[in-house]
């Protein structure tokens, strides 16, 4: 069963665009994608573009080739309700646990909390963090509410924020 809620009626359907399909010069072309529409990008494993500076450029969703459809579909639900995403293998090239380097105490979060952080800071619902890690949205909201209370942060831009302050995510 698909998790993608149906978009409103009139509403812009999401753009499944190959970063290596791109002609010539890609960024300018990818501006042009992104001015008309939601663009959800699939990055060849080769690829070296990160993928925040895709997101900060107005993808709203940056996948790599081999995601299976559940992450294409994460994707697709979250650019239609507002947000954005990096899928888990993504993310994994984006985010990193911290090193011990003075920036923040690796044992103050526990690893639930830095999977559930990592949810958020890829722009995920609490319903699709959920699905996600096999929890109830409910257990979601405690650790969003545990991670905000650790990390200091009103929000979910604070948190993620703080995540990449403490070396939980890089950019």
Known sequence: MSTVDPPEVGGPMPVVVRWDHLAGERWPELADLTADGLVLLVLPHE????????????????????????????????????????????????????????????????PREV?????????????????????????INTYAKRLRRKLGAANKAELTLRAVELGYLSV
């Open 47 to 110: 690829t070296t573009v990160a993928p925040l500076a895709l997101l900060a450029a107005g993808v709203r969703a940056v996948l790599r080739d081999g995601d299976g459809t559940d992450e294409l579909d994460l994707a697709r639900s979250a650019v239609l309700t507002g947000g954005s995403y990096l899928s888990r293998s993504v993310a994994a090239s984006v985010g990193g646990r911290p090193d011990g380097d003075g920036r923040g105490d690796p044992a103050s979060l526990g």
């Open 115 to 139: 999977e559930t952080l990592r949810c958020i800071a890829q722009g995920l619902t609490h319903r699709q963090a959920a699905h996600r890690l096999g929890v109830t949205v409910q257990t």
